[in-house]
């Protein structure tokens, strides 16, 4: 895998940028940018909550098809689902000859809800790492290593204008790593479904659902299922697995390498390779996109039923008692 540093990418972009939405990443994108030198504008739709936000921190918002009437450099980070719509309602008919249309998930373009013009550079730089980190580390002088991804190379420059991107961003600092589209897309999607999100609140649950029909207080199952892993995953996101293993016990740790295999064996493995298989054939992206376009009614059914799941009340009571979690209820 190439990987880029800042002494790889040009000093500055120089040109003017248009960031579209002003959510996690949203936020820290512009005003990373603005910090870097960068002429940024904000494109929200009228009324947006978002503008006041964007106003104190210095930034002008604006209607989008204004914002990328004013930019050559367009870089959208709004929510995959609606993307396709806001590029053909009020970003496609804006954008400036040879401009360069950017993305930081790779789901609208290789899931075709966007197809850009011939003569646009079209490409991605997404930050391994939430939008706050994104922000908070560029202040203290550090980055998040991001991905770059070339779609469309219509001028002969859209690889130094996103290296120049990334630079600014601060991804420079840590390590731009080279991609595609397709595969940023796929593995995204796996990782989100079969472990991150899926695998792992389903783990979760039916671990807590294990003990407590077995008779063991709930409030037990929660710390053994749910608050510790937390301590877990910090271990392997410092040292991988292997420094987990050795900070954890050695009855853990055979625990781990005699029981882990039991829970996911085959069968599981099966599973994922199906799940893999419904992204690569884009049949998830259309289950995801009719869902969208019929209201999500089974979409909040099931974010229903979970929210009252019975770890999820056990949880509420057992955070409300330890204060330095600044515990965040939804």
């Known amino acids: 895998m190439k990987i880029h540093y800042e002494i790889d990418c040009p000093p500055s972009l120089g040109e003017p940028v248009a960031v579209i939405g002003y959510g996690s990443q949203g936020r820290a994108h512009a005003l990373n940018l603005r910090d870097s030198g960068e002429d940024v504008r904000v494109g929200l739709y009228p009324g947006s909550k978002s503008i006041e936000r964007v106003e104190a921190d210095g930034l002008r918002a604006v209607p989008v098809p204004e914002a990328v009437s004013e930019a050559t450099v367009v870089m959208v980070l709004t929510p995959d689902a609606g993307q396709g719509k806001l590029f053909r309602e009020s970003?496609?008919?804006?954008?400036?000859?040879?401009?360069?249309?950017?993305?930081?998930?790779?789901?609208?373009?290789?899931?075709?809800q966007i197809k850009p013009d011939a003569e646009l550079d079209v490409a991605m730089i997404a930050p391994k790492g939430p939008g706050h980190l994104v922000r908070?580390?560029?202040?203290?002088?550090?980055?998040?290593?991001?991905?770059?991804?070339?779609?469309?190379?219509?001028?002969?420059?859209?690889?130094?204008?996103?290296?120049?991107?990334?630079?600014?961003?601060?991804?420079?600092?840590?390590?731009?790593?080279?991609?595609?589209?397709?595969?940023?897309?796929?593995?995204?999607?796996?990782?989100?479904?079969?472990?991150?999100?899926?695998?792992?609140?389903?783990?979760?649950?039916?671990?807590?659902?294990?003990?407590?029909?077995?008779?063991y207080?709930?409030?037990?199952?929660?710390?053994?299922?749910?608050?510790?892993?937390?301590?877990?995953?910090?271990?392997?996101?410092?040292?991988?697995?292997?420094?987990?293993?050795?900070?954890?016990?050695?009855?853990?740790?055979?625990?781990?390498?005699?029981?882990?295999?039991r829970v996911i064996d085959n069968h599981v493995r099966e599973n994922m390779r199906q799940i893999l298989r419904e992204i690569q054939d884009g049949s998830f992206a259309e289950k995801w996109l009719d869902e969208n376009s019929n209201g999500r009614e089974k979409f909040m059914a099931m974010r229903k039923k979970d929210s009252e799941h019975p770890v999820e009340k056990v949880g509420r009571d057992l955070r409300s008692m330890m204060s330095w979690l600044e515990p965040v209820e939804k």
């Open 217 to 261: 207080q709930p409030e037990l199952a929660y710390f053994e299922v749910l608050h510790e892993l937390k301590l877990i995953v910090d271990l392997m996101y410092r040292g991988g697995l292997g420094f987990m293993r050795y900070s954890i016990s050695d009855t853990a740790e055979y625990g781990d390498y005699v029981s882990g295999p």
């Open 136 to 215: 908070s580390t560029y202040v203290q002088g550090q980055g998040i290593p991001a991905l770059i991804a070339v779609h469309q190379d219509a001028t002969g420059k859209a690889w130094p204008r996103a290296l120049a991107y990334a630079r600014a961003l601060g991804a420079g600092r840590a390590g731009v790593l080279e991609t595609t589209f397709k595969e940023e897309t796929e593995t995204d999607l796996f990782g989100e479904q079969a472990v991150l999100c899926g695998g792992v609140s389903s783990l979760v649950k039916t671990g807590f659902e294990t003990l407590v029909e077995a008779g």
């Open 91 to 112: 970003i496609e008919n804006h954008l400036q000859p040879r401009s360069m249309l950017m993305f930081a998930h790779g789901f609208a373009i290789h899931f075709a």
